[in-house]
């Protein structure tokens, strides 16, 4: 099911003529809006829609308000595929997405097909660094964060018995991390984890998936799966072992992991793709806005989708177009939400993680370097 959203400016524009039409510009949002894993789509949605919101008018452009327009590809590279045909067929000068590194494997060269750039968020899988093709980043590659995560535990924690747990469902991500966190295990001569999978779309038994992760009385629980999915198993692995270790990487990472966890979540610490005690005033604005509109505060995807959208709105300001898209993009240093993100020729970038843990139901600092 596909939404429209028209984003209108605050002073509408004088009509050249009684029989003039302005044609709108679009903007496209694809992402999964549906199913377990909507509440990254979403949040990223909100934030695309928000942005366009105060573009429009702040400094909406001379052809008038910019249309957003979604598709929802469910976590199914088929629905995806759909999705995207549906969009562009509309004519937007971009996609923002996907927001999972498997829907951006698949959609990657129909992109290339239909002519359409994808600006991912959150597409973070190495199968996609170094490619020129159709789908470009505001995100590191996941092996990055993979091995930041292992080396800060390495150092805190110097655990000896560690499981990590992979959520096949989105397996550019998952396996693409994990493989990095044992790699710097490996690295660094310590006892290599000990890797347990499993298929969030298959009905998962999440209490048998703990008592999984739990059969080598390990020193330090990984999770590498969605909010739903981590939120479950966190409520089970803190009712067996209530002192235990618990991180998550950054898909996990968000509102909705915390809000269904409850305060099995305290302790917990979390891979994010932001610093939250950044002061960056145009951060902090956005901080501000978006739960004022939202009523919730963001977490990484709403931050970059943010970044995401500010990136094709400048190349907007700079006449881009379809067709355009990319050369504008790439090669060029960004203003983000934080700092700056510098894309390179195939449109990857590299973006400093950090880690947090979680108190009272917020994501705070945790002191941790990566």
Known sequence: MKRRFLIQASLAAPLLGACSVRQAVKLAYL??????????????????LLTLEQFNERTPLASGPIELIEGDDGQDPARGAEALRALAAQDPVAVIGPATSSIGVALAPLAAELGLLLVSPTCTTSRLTGRDDALVRV????????????????EQLKPQRVSVLAD??????????????????????????????????????????????????????????????GALLIQRLRAARPGLPIAASAWSSTGRTLELAGRAADGVVFEQYYDPANRTPAFVRFMQDFEQRFRQPPAF??????????????ALQRGATRQSMKAELVGRRHD???????????????????????????????????
Request: net charge negative; proline share 3%.
């Open 336 to 370: 983000s939400l934080q700092s700056t993100l510098t894309l390179d020729a195939n449109g990857d970038t590299h973006r400093p993680g950090v880690l947090l843990v979680a108190r009272n139901g917020r994501f705070e600092p945790s002191g941790w370097k990566t």
């Open 139 to 154: 995100c590191s590659d996941t092996a990055v964060y993979g091995a930041a995560v292992a080396k800060a535990h390495l």
């Open 168 to 229: 096949a469902a989105n397996a550019d991500y998952t396996r693409t991390w994990v493989d990095a966190f044992v790699g710097a295990f490996d690295a660094a001569g310590a006892a290599r984890p000990r890797r347990v999978e499993f298929t969030s779309t298959a009905a998962p038994d999440h209490q048998a998936l703990a008592n999984e992760l739990l059969a080598d009385a390990p020193e330090l629980v990984v999770l590498c799966c969605s909010a739903v999915d």
């Open 31 to 48: 992402g999964g809006l549906s199913g377990k894993f909507a509440d990254l789509g979403s949040e990223q949605r909100n934030a695309v």
């Open 301 to 314: 995807a709403a931050v970059l989708a943010t970044d995401a959208t500010r990136l094709v709105l400048a």
